[in-house]
DNA sequence: CGATACTCGGACAAAGTTTGTCCGAGTATC
DNA sequence: GATACTCGGACAAACTTTGTCCGAGTATCG
């Protein structure tokens, strides 16, 4: 999986606590990564519609929707791609005892049992939003901690 | 994940049907696949202990524990690696406003969320055994086909 | 109203992983 | 005891992921 999911869930969470666009650039300082890496990431979010960019002199990304809306699957598949990770290529119908083709109306056992798996996971995944995981960092870290992190973001270059 | 994981689970399946040694290379020309990419998962299921290699001239591979015992997890696991796709590299901890290490007892919100959903992916795979899916096979694609599989399997290279 | 400075956006390289191949070590057969 | 067939790990190619750069566009400020 890509290792940039953590960083773009990182920003979602945080672009909770702003209403001002934030520069890709403030969110790579506060969490010390490569600013042109973590652009790429915000991009795929804005082509997937979960965040906004705007662009000019105070530009940056502003959540695009509210974040209980928004859930950790469909960050996951912005930046994954869409694509489940098993697929199946049909080997049953390759090969000398092949299965004929017109056998195959359904997918083998195999693959079944994998896309069940991959539902599992989506499941979970699409259980929990953004809004959920900002209570969370609150009930962590203590209450005005979010609070704090977007009146940074909002401020001057340090 | 690495494609090898279907042919992996598809040896495994017709393995279910033999009790004498098969070699890599006539599982491969089964399915019509590169015989030497296929030895090499085969090797990672022998080193998983799922599999057991018979070395010499009637040598080959054969299911090392009954069908029933062996998960579709196992197999996964053995051809992909145990590490989960996720891994948290706890940036929460870096930059500016970093969390102290001190405080940082449990995972945060994130990796939590990440985690159960990996979690789930793994019980859905590991509710799943091979001997489960041959039977699949059996209801699919008619009784004997498995065995005929098998048959053919023991038979000299045509 | 115009120059400016700051923003995003996509095109361009480097690194790591997956995929694929090969030849040597070992053993049951004959 | 020679042989032929097997597995096993070392070796290269292709692709994805990671990381970087410069150009297009827009709100700001004079």
Redesign the interface.
């Known amino acids: 999986?890509s290792?940039g999911?953590?960083?773009a869930?990182?920003c979602c969470?945080v672009l909770t606590s702003v209403a001002e666009p934030v520069p890709a650039a403030r969110l790579a300082?506060?969490?010390?990564?490569s600013p042109t890496y973590l652009a790429k990431q915000l991009q795929a979010l804005a082509r997937a519609g979960l965040v906004q960019s705007v662009q000019g002199k105070s530009g940056g990304y502003v959540l695009a929707r509210p974040p209980a809306s928004i859930t950790?699957l469909d960050v996951v598949e912005a930046i994954d791609g869409p694509d489940p990770?098993?697929?199946?290529?049909e080997?049953?119908q390759?090969?000398?005892?092949a299965?004929p083709a017109e056998?195959c109306t359904?997918p083998?056992?195999?693959s079944?049992?994998?896309a069940?798996?991959?539902?599992?996971?989506r499941?979970?995944?699409r259980s929990?939003s953004i809004a959920?995981?900002a209570g969370?960092?609150d009930v962590?870290?203590g209450e005005g901690t979010l609070n704090?992190?977007g009146i940074?973001l909002g401020a001057d270059t340090?």
Not at 29 to 33: P, Y
Not at 85 to 89: L, R
């Open positions: 999986m290792g999911v953590e960083w869930l990182h969470v300082q506060l969490h010390d990564v950790l990770a098993f697929v199946c290529t080997i049953r390759r090969g000398p005892l299965t056998s359904t083998c056992p195999i079944r049992a994998m069940k798996a991959e539902s599992a996971r499941a979970a995944l929990v959920d995981l969370q960092v962590d870290s704090r992190v940074w340090a």
